[in-house]
């Protein structure tokens, strides 16, 4: 009977994605495809191991995201060396799900009432405004696309498979493509065109944003702060230069925004029980998924990890098996994509030098991030580093907890030595990221609440109300606080939070989480707005503009559609496809076609693929004084199915008369050809 009802349970979740798929625009019906790919499995997951018995039904949901993606990982795993097709995966994921349901039934339990309507309301407006912010197909969108309608589209899953070069090895940040399966999967339950339909993941993502969140800010302060920590997020996401927002189904901020607050939930309810190995099981599957989804960002997130414990001085072996977790995953990293392969020669560029714009510099050696980088123009952040040392002293350990969680963070990217080593390994592209990591938001929420909870309301919401108004609809020559805000000392203030860590060790004191501070939740959301809103007016204005008529964005340039349909109805089943680079990276996101190179920016960690002598030989083969024998050699080497070459007179007679090619289409001042066998 168990197994019928979780059979008919995961059945009819596809069938009403499907349905979804067919009836609705995109974006909603895409939240229905994520809620099969990932809620139902990690709900299942979540009930099957236990953790139902340990955490309550929104905290549960709060961790389904990690847990959703812990349970693609075996059935991803046995099809990659097996070499599988992704039907496969998906078979195997759905008969995971029916027998972890028929163990332990969905059964979501009660829900308090406050909760359950904060969560629909913040999931709602948050789906919407991530509509808004949605970024157009360009960037590093058209790389992860790449990757997932490769997983769709080769007959045998491996590791080599899903790369964009033909013959490519495994690019070292998804090794395992782990989150781009999920999406795959999503995109074909739904049936929805996976080049159509890959942007309009965005909205479904911001959704597990939300249930992510709120749980992680509710375990730290309870459930005003959960609000608070939801909508301080999503505001962060919505401002700045570039926002992260429009782009949270990225691999890089869905494990910003998603995935963290996951670590941050299971750590806050390990150091309450720190012996219940279940809680310790989701502390290590939180970072074993982040270390799969993107490599490099375990490091910040056991970084947070690392200062909740210190300060907790408990739940070390939890912190121990998650860091196991993701030794593991960097072992195998360095085996598969790093091992014996060449270092890369990264192009000489500005940016990829350690510059006094984003790091602190001392003769000429880059000794942390700066204070700017490390705060990303966000006033929350400021306030958060203003509150650490008197919240980790005052009254010391009650408050300290959340401030405990950001002083981890902060240690690595501000405390002089950690980013030499970092740049020297993840790299400078990736380490001068780290600081957007630190979870300052459930600080500020936690300081919201215990605002409302020790001054007067009756002051609290007349204030708040002006301070919104003042921020909306002020003057446009009032300028933002970032016009004239010096930069802060965040070194000395990462070096104080140790010292302090260390103080408590000697003092035997313990930063727990704190029972939920009784706080009501609108006014804590007020108070916790009019902190990030007030100093900053000029983004209050800009939020309210772009929510009205969308985040502006920049059409990308397109692989011209004559050549998309050409490939396919005549390339042939995935064929290598030679061109040049910056065509050739695009052309991934509009068809299944392999190519030869792509510009260095998309290669650099994937040495194992000798892209650089890639890129030569496909500059060589385009130039009109190669010979002929030199272009069959390179034609040969990598298997060329067809030649796309740019409308250059000199170059085109040459290729004419090479009698391995034979001319078909002329357009859009390209020219295709295709490679006689």
Known sequence: MAIATALLVVAGAAALARIAGLLLPDQPALIAGIAVTVVLPGWALGRASGLGDRLDALALLGATPALGLAAWLPPLAVALALRLPFGAVLAMLALMTVAMLAMRPLRPGPVRRVDAISLALLAAFTAFAAGRWQEPLRGDEIFHLARARKLLAVPHLSLDAVSELSGGRPHAGYVVPLLHAVEAGALRICGIDVTAGFPDLVPAAAVLLVLAAFAAGRAVAGTAAGVATVTLTVWAAMIGLHPTLGKVSWPGPFTFLVLFPVGILAVSEVLRRPEDRRLQ?????????????????????????????????????????????????????????????????????????????????????????????????????????????????????RYAYPAGLVAGGLALVAVPGFVPLLNATVGIGQSHRFGEAIPWQPLVATLAALTVVNFSRRWILPIAIAAV???????ARV??????????????????????????????????????????????????????????????????????????????????????????????????????????????AYSDAYVVAVPEVRTRAEPASDPEQRRRDVSTFLSPDTSQAQ???????????????????????????????QERLDADNLVIFSVRE
Do not use: C
């Open 469 to 475: 108004l003042v921020a909306a609809i002020g003057p």
């Open 281 to 397: 099981g989701l502390l290590a599957a939180s970072v074993l998924v982040v270390a799969v989804v993107h490599v490099s960002y375990a490091l910040p997130l056991l970084a947070i990890l690392a200062g909740a414990v210190a300060f907790a001085r408990r739940g070390l072996v939890g912190l121990l098996a998650a860091a196991a977790a993701a030794a593991a995953v960097f072992a195998f990293v360095w085996l598969e994509a790093l091992h014996g392969a060449p270092s890369p020669k990264i192009a000489a560029g500005p940016w990829r030098h350690a510059t006094s714009d984003a790091f602190v510099i001392v003769h000429g050696h880059p000794l942390a991030l700066n204070a700017r980088t490390i705060t990303q123009h966000q006033t929350g952040f400021l306030i958060a580093i203003a509150a650490l040392v008197p919240m980790l002293l005052w009254r010391a350990p």
């Open 479 to 588: 300028k933002s606080f970032w016009d004239v805000a010096p930069a802060v000392p965040t070194t000395p203030l990462a070096l104080a939070a140790i010292v302090i860590a260390g103080w408590y060790a000697l003092r035997r004191l313990r930063a727990l989480p704190l029972p939920p501070v009784q706080a009501a939740v609108l006014p804590t959301l007020l108070v916790a707005m009019v902190m990030v809103m007030a100093p900053d007016p000029s983004s209050s204005r800009q939020i309210g503009r772009e929510l009205v008529h969308g985040h502006p964005n920049f059409a990308a340039t397109t692989v011209p559609t004559p050549i998309v349909r050409w490939l396919a109805e005549h390339g042939g089943t995935m064929p290598t496809v030679l061109m040049d680079e910056l065509r050739a990276y695009r052309l991934g």
């Open 631 to 661: 272009r069959d050699a390179i034609l040969r080497r990598y298997g060329v199915d067809v030649v796309i070459a740019p409308d250059n007179p000199a170059l085109l007679r040459q290729l004419r008369a090479d009698p391995l090619l």
